[in-house]
């Protein structure tokens, strides 16, 4: 059966947003006021879309649907809210509304779920994921803690893919991808390849080893 189009007002950003992960947001600009003000009183979500570097009003075509979990209205109209990733979308075109601010018309684009949890593939990210938080921690003095780590496949690979620290392009190549297995497959090389570096930093910058060279006083 074919998704059904249907609008959905757009928030290009400079951020990528998973389903599933926060996004605090200050609103200042009077078109997105208006925006987020129709989504929190109408209980509606909005998307949230990459913005091309050169073309910020040319948005990528994949983005996730947020919603307003929290608001807080300042006294000259400005917005704090938080917002929660919800679902994929794919977009398919937009439109400037009345009020300044895009609306696009989509349709959802769910993660084809192609892998079982027993997939080597999906521990191989997960034992990954864990090491690269845990020297992630130590370089910048800090510790994380899960008290359950995800065991379903697409909620590893959107997990590590909201983890990861990567440049924004990166991060939306993530985000476009359909399959869960592809979406794994890269995260497991990104991340080989990230904890090759980061072991070679960790190395560099431990202190050497006291061989009692000189004699002490």
């Known amino acids: 059966?074919?998704?059904?189009?249907?609008?959905?007002?757009?928030?290009?950003?400079?951020?990528?947003?998973?389903?599933?992960q926060t996004l605090p947001l200050h609103i200042f600009e009077p078109r997105y006021r208006i925006m987020i003000r129709r989504c929190i009183e109408n209980d509606e979500p909005f998307g949230v879309v990459l913005a091309r570097d050169e073309e910020p009003d040319e948005p990528h075509d994949i983005g996730t649907s947020a919603r307003v979990t929290d608001a807080k209205r300042l006294s000259d109209g400005r917005m704090n809210i938080l917002t929660l990733g919800e679902e994929r979308f794919r977009l398919h075109?937009?439109?400037?509304?009345?009020?300044?601010?895009?609306?696009?018309?989509?349709?959802?684009?769910?993660?084809?779920e192609d892998v079982v949890p027993a997939d080597p593939l999906v521990n191989t990210v997960s034992q990954r994921l864990a090491r690269y938080l845990?020297?992630?921690?130590?370089?910048?003095?800090?510790?994380?803690?899960?008290?359950?780590?995800?065991?379903?496949?697409?909620?590893?690979?959107?997990?590590?893919?909201?983890?990861?620290?990567?440049?924004l392009e990166q991060?939306?190549?993530?985000l476009s991808q359909a399959r869960v297995t592809d979406?794994?497959?890269?995260?497991?090389?990104?991340?080989?390849e990230e904890l090759k570096i980061m072991s070679i930093v960790a190395s560099a910058i431990r202190p050497p080893e006291d061989n009692h060279i000189f004699s002490r006083n």
């Open 93 to 112: 075109n937009f439109r400037v509304s009345e009020h300044g601010y895009l609306i696009g018309d989509v349709t959802p684009f769910p993660f084809v």
């Open 1 to 20: 059966m074919e998704a059904k189009v249907h609008e959905l007002p757009l928030f290009p950003l400079n951020a990528v947003l998973f389903p599933g």
């Open 183 to 192: 979406l794994l497959a890269i995260e497991s090389e990104v991340l080989r």
């Open 134 to 167: 845990k020297l992630l921690g130590e370089a910048n003095g800090l510790s994380f803690r899960f008290d359950q780590f995800p065991t379903q496949p697409v909620d590893v690979a959107v997990f590590t893919a909201i983890a990861l620290r990567l440049p």
């Open 171 to 174: 991060k939306q190549f993530l």
